[in-house]
């Protein structure tokens, strides 16, 4: 559905000093730089895949998405995106998709959202039946009974988001590029529109890529992820796969019901952390049945969990390393 | 990326019309939250009003005529030439500069209509709130000045219409050429500004043409300026014979062709430069 390779975009930026002084002098000589907001990615998705893209801030995960939907015109590269070239912006294209910037809004501000789904049904020539079965639908899986009368700016940050994603899947778009849909929203909200997002794949078998902060929204919704750091992919492939490999321990806590020493601890696993009476584990995956069995026969132990290494750590490590290298067990890595 | 003939604006003459429907509704309700709004900004226009009764002063001063203007024919060329600032205003570029320097043109973008029909929209509907609001100025204006026509007859109305809505398609053309420079620059308005200044002194706002040295009118012939006020107050005030007002539509004609063209380069080519900053 997706296909894409060797993209890159490059911006030129003007920079200026700081102060009067580079003030007075950039607007005589203005410097400028290149800087390469995507180098060089490759990747395919396949239909009905949801996929989770991840990056710190600038990574060059929202030039990607822009890309892909036709805002952007590549410096280098291809992408195909359901067949067509996306920056071509063929009104077949544009109806095939939808780009959903949490951060940014299409309906009108001063009327309901109501009335910014009619022009788009409009727009998308959309028929009265598809409409009102698709309006049947998204009041239901999104609860919008109430709000699509109410003013746009009236409404709470939460059911504005609803109103947005409505109206940018109003037309049944096969790809959705999502960025940051569940930004700023509370828990709650957050898993209603993740929820949507889900049934939607579901329903319609709608390819997604969806870039968040929220690593729970990933980890709901996707089951491979792309990471991407200074404009490259530095890892493509399944999340539980990069769990189990970047961290090959699990962490075991414990609460302890008397105090136990750290040198009596270790005997058992590496220690992470005691801090009175509590105590983390750092027990090898392979070994975690064994070690935990242990560990409650053995310990004065009131109560055990046993969890995952944190992915935003995970991911931060990835990060930093810098050198993730194809690992064997993962689909291959894209430079 | 042509707007009348790519092929995604226009379906089929079914869904043309709802297309237009939807968006005349939409933008129409919304000038109406800012109907007090738009008052005030017509108000910003009232150079031709101030200049009506500095000439009205002159022609009395001087006789009762200047030129062939009396106070009633000065009345009535000023009322025309208010009116026809009135219906040709055009803001596009502020919102062309808007959209793209704060990269709300994205969700524009995404959708498969070229985001003119919405501009051209909003500018039309507008024109429907300010209305009403023009013809009670009118009707006020013709009444102070005793003995003040606007128009001859209905005829010389429905030729303004023409004139009046060829004069619209040149001044938004223009504007939205001057938004989409901020492809290229970091902010157009200051462009439309001094396009504004201009079409202040040099559309007939300020006087009609024929108090300008000839030498001067001579250059401003040859500028869309006098396209878009002076020509069509004097077509409503039936002070042009049938084939001068043929003259004139022909110039509008080919001033649009201009603007169309040089509309659709730039737009074409600004998209490839467009940074989508921040959306």
Redesign the interface.
């Known amino acids: 559905m997706i296909e894409v390779t060797g993209l890159e975009k490059h911006y030129t930026v003007a920079e200026k000093e700081p102060g009067l002084s580079g003030s007075i002098r950039s607007f005589f000589s203005r410097k400028s730089k290149t800087v390469k907001a995507v180098d060089g990615v490759s990747f395919s998705i396949a239909s009905g895949e949801m996929v989770g893209f991840l990056g710190a801030n600038g990574a060059g995960k929202t030039t990607t998405l822009k890309m892909l939907s036709g805002l952007l015109h590549p410096t280098a590269g291809t992408a195909t995106v359901a067949g067509f070239t996306p920056f071509e912006r063929r009104a077949s294209f544009l109806k095939t998709i939808t780009l959903v910037m949490g951060q940014k809004q299409q309906l009108l501000w001063d009327l309901p959202a109501l009335d910014s789904f009619q022009v788009n049904r409009a727009i998308y020539e959309i028929s009265d039946a598809d409409y009102a079965a698709t309006m049947l639908e998204f009041t239901e899986l999104l609860d919008l009974e109430g709000i699509l009368k109410k003013q746009v700016r009236k409404l709470s940050l939460g059911e504005r988001m609803k109103c947005e994603l409505a109206a940018a899947l109003l037309h049944r778009p096969k790809v959705l590029f999502l960025d940051e849909p569940t930004i700023g929203l509370d828990v709650n909200m957050q898993v209603r529109i993740r929820e949507f997002v889900a049934a939607y794949n579901a329903r319609f078998n709608a390819t997604v890529i969806l870039t968040s902060h929220y690593m729970a929204d990933v980890t709901a919704l996707c089951k491979r992820i792309i990471v991407v750091d200074k404009g490259r992919i530095i890892f493509d492939g399944d999340l539980s796969a990069l769990i189990e490999q970047s961290s090959p321990a699990k962490i075991v806590k414990l609460q302890l019901e008397s105090s136990v020493s750290r040198e009596h601890l270790e005997t058992y696993a590496p220690v992470q952390r005691l801090d009175g009476l509590f105590a983390e584990l750092l027990v090898p995956r392979a070994e975690t049945s064994r070690v935990s069995g242990r560990l409650l026969s053995e310990l004065p132990v009131a109560d055990v969990t046993i969890e995952d290494p944190d992915i935003e750590e995970i991911i931060g490590q990835l990060f930093q390393s810098q050198r993730v290298q194809p690992l064997p067990t993962l689909e291959s890595v894209t430079q | 990326m042509n707007p009348s003939l790519e ?2 604006t226009i ?1 089929s003459l079914e ?1 043309m019309w ?2 237009s ?3 005349f ?2 933008w129409f ?2 000038m109406t ?2 109907r007090a709004e738009i008052l005030i900004w017509m108000l910003s226009g009232v150079v031709p009003l101030i200049m009506m009764s500095v000439w009205i002063g002159k022609a009395a001063a001087s006789g009762g005529e200047i030129e062939g203007f009396t106070p009633a024919s000065f009345a009535a060329y000023f009322l025309a030439a208010w009116v026809s600032q009135q219906l040709t205003v055009a803001w596009v570029a502020w919102e062309m500069d808007f959209q793209i320097r704060q ?2 043109l ?2 524009r ?5 070229d985001p003119f029909w919405e501009h051209f929209f909003r500018h039309f509907s507008e024109r429907f709130v300010r209305g009403p609001f023009i013809l009670i100025i009118v009707i006020a204006g013709s009444l102070i000045v005793p003995g003040t026509r606007l128009t001859p007859d209905l005829w010389h109305v429905l030729l303004y219409l023409l004139v009046i809505n060829l004069a619209f398609a040149m001044r938004f053309l223009i504007a939205y050429c001057i938004g989409v420079l901020c492809f290229w620059l970091e902010n157009a308005t200051a462009f439309d500004e001094f396009f504004y200044v201009l079409l202040t002194f040099l559309a007939g706002g300020f006087a009609p043409l024929e108090f300008y040295p000839p030498a001067a009118r001579a250059i401003i012939e040859w500028t869309p300026f006098p396209y878009l006020v002076y020509y069509p107050a004097r077509v409503l005030t039936g002070a042009l014979t049938a084939p001068e007002i043929l003259h004139v539509i022909g110039v509008q004609l080919l001033w649009i062709a201009v603007f169309f063209v040089l509309r659709a380069v730039l737009w074409k080519a600004g ?2 430069r ?3 900053v921040g ?1």
């Open positions: 092929p995604r379906g869904q709802r297309k429907k939807a968006l509704s939409v309700a919304h939250v800012y990269g709300e994205s969700s973008l995404l959708r498969p209509l998209l490839k467009y940074g989508a959306a």
